[in-house]
């Protein structure tokens, strides 16, 4: 009895292992304009690789609405669209299981479909696991907030490469002064030392003193080699 227990335990805890919540991500919230095309992105984590089992399911509430719907579900490889409800003709399977990303694509978006999306994913034997939901949000224009902060990041930028350009002429001016200041410099010296001996030179030619007692150094000389 105490054997066939070990055993039982034994083979729930190999299932137990190998079984893990999947983590399924979607974004907080979706902005969108009247008129226009939203989608709904939805991936999932899985310690499992990702198998040919892998399914994902969409439902949608709308504002006001207590039940939720199910709007999508791709199992067996295949996708498949609810035949009834708001999204029948207009959304469409963007998704690529093999790499865990099962997003939808809403076409042509209008203010009743302002509402709750729920996306449910399993990568079997990963099968436990929460859904995850996004808000989507149709406007007629942009939120002044959304304009507000997208300006304010596009200003950042445009500011920092700004300040990169700046920065990077500055260097060079320094660079290009610190060149030319040792140039002259070095310039400076040579002719600096030309100019001192050429005065030497002249300073010894124009002193009568210097030239007299040159001439009388060289008459000696003569007067010694005629006495040899």
């Not at 507000?148 to 990169?164: Q, R």
């Not at 002249?202 to 002193?207: K, T």
């Amino acid at each position: 009895m105490l054997s066939v227990l070990a055993l039982t335990s034994v083979v729930l805890l190999g299932i137990a292992s190998q079984c893990t919540a999947v983590i399924v991500y979607t974004s907080w919230e979706k902005h969108a304009l009247v008129g226009s095309d939203v989608r709904l992105s939805c991936s999932f984590f899985s310690w499992q690789w990702t198998s040919p089992e892998v399914s994902f399911s969409w439902s949608y509430r709308a504002d006001g609405a207590k039940e939720s719907a199910s709007i999508f579900h791709y199992t067996n490889g295949a996708p498949y669209i609810a035949t009834k409800g708001p999204f029948r003709d207009r959304l469409e399977f963007v998704g690529n299981p093999n790499r865990r990303d099962g997003s939808i694509l809403i076409r042509n978006v209008d203010f009743s479909d302002n509402g709750t999306f729920t996306c449910d994913a399993k990568n079997p034997p990963d099968i436990g696991g929460h859904p995850s939901t996004v808000r989507l949000l149709v406007y007629e224009k942009v939120p002044v907030q959304a304009g507000v902060i997208t300006g304010a990041i596009i200003g950042v930028v445009l500011g920092l490469l700004i300040l990169v350009v700046a920065i990077y002429y500055l260097m060079r001016f320094l660079v290009a002064r610190r060149v030319f200041s040792l140039s002259m410099s070095r310039h400076g010296k040579k002719g600096k030392g030309k100019e001192g001996s050429q005065q030497k030179q002249v300073s010894a030619v124009m002193d009568p003193a210097k030239l007299k007692a040159a001439a009388s150094e060289k008459k000696k000389q003569e007067a010694r080699r005629e006495k040899k």
